[in-house]
């Protein structure tokens, strides 16, 4: 199975900047797509940014926009994100994601790091 451990998250001001890493272990060459998902009290949790492991390519929430990067190291089966411009309105509990697609398509989350924007 595919192990996913967050970190980097924190306390920043508003307009700061926090870089999230994630790491990847096991059949990491299995892996399709890898994404940061974020959830805040009382609200869905909602896909932020996205990759295509094998391209580098990236898809964001239009919100984020400009103000995030997702990047990924596969050499190092890791996955990152660069949030900078940070609003009160990011703040949330951010979660690694790795999908492995298919008939039998795979799901694998991480543990989760609190991103908190103070104002």
């Known amino acids: 199975q595919v192990q996913l451990v967050e970190s980097g998250g924190g306390l920043v001001q508003a307009g700061g900047s926090l870089r999230l890493s994630c790491a990847a272990s096991g059949p990491t060459s299995s892996i399709d797509i890898m994404g940061w998902y974020r959830q805040a009290p009382g609200k869905q949790r909602e896909l932020v940014a996205l990759?295509?492991?094998?391209?580098?390519?990236?898809d964001y929430k239009d919100s984020v926009k400009g103000r995030f990067t997702i990047s990924r190291d596969n050499a190092r089966n890791a996955v990152y994100l660069q949030m900078n411009s940070l609003k009160p309105e990011d703040t949330a509990v951010y979660y690694c994601n790795a999908q492995i697609l298919g008939f039998n398509a795979r799901d694998y989350w991480g543990q989760g790091t609190q991103v908190t924007v103070s104002a």
């Open positions: 990759t295509i492991i094998r391209t580098g390519g990236t």
